[in-house]
């Protein structure tokens, strides 16, 4: 058992180029771990997504990543397993923009809790 959090990354697009050859060269735990980001781009900026990740900072690839984005204009958040446990960082300078990138949501699924029934039928 562990502890798991999403986390979404955001960078500019030749930031993302320039973290992941440098992942390539100098840590490949870190380049692993990139591949299997979900990755969205749009002309200025690049998302990374990463679902169920054990995001710990004592991680040789964690660490890697977060040094790399933390001098350069990035959005990062984190959620955990605990309803309480939210890290939002951010260094965007004057690209505001940058934070339409990632929408922070909570939410409660049902899909395991049995089949569907309509209200109308018991009443």
Not at 63 to 83: A, K, M, S, T, W
Request: aromatic share 14%.
């Amino acid at each position: 058992m562990g502890y798991w959090s999403d986390v979404a990354v955001v960078v500019m697009n030749e930031d993302f180029i320039s973290l992941v050859h440098s992942a390539k060269e100098k840590c490949q735990s870190a380049y692993d771990l990139l591949s299997g980001a979900m990755i969205r781009q749009n002309v200025k900026y690049t998302t990374l997504f990463f679902e169920n990740e054990r995001w710990n900072e004592d991680y040789d690839e964690i660490q890697f990543i977060e040094d790399f984005i933390r001098e350069l204009p990035h959005f990062f958040v984190r959620i955990g397993c605990n309803y309480d446990d939210i890290v939002v960082c951010c260094n965007i300078g004057e690209n505001l923009d940058m934070l339409s990138c990632v929408s922070l949501v909570r939410r409660v699924y049902t899909d395991t809790a049995g089949d569907c029934i309509d209200f109308a039928d018991i009443a």
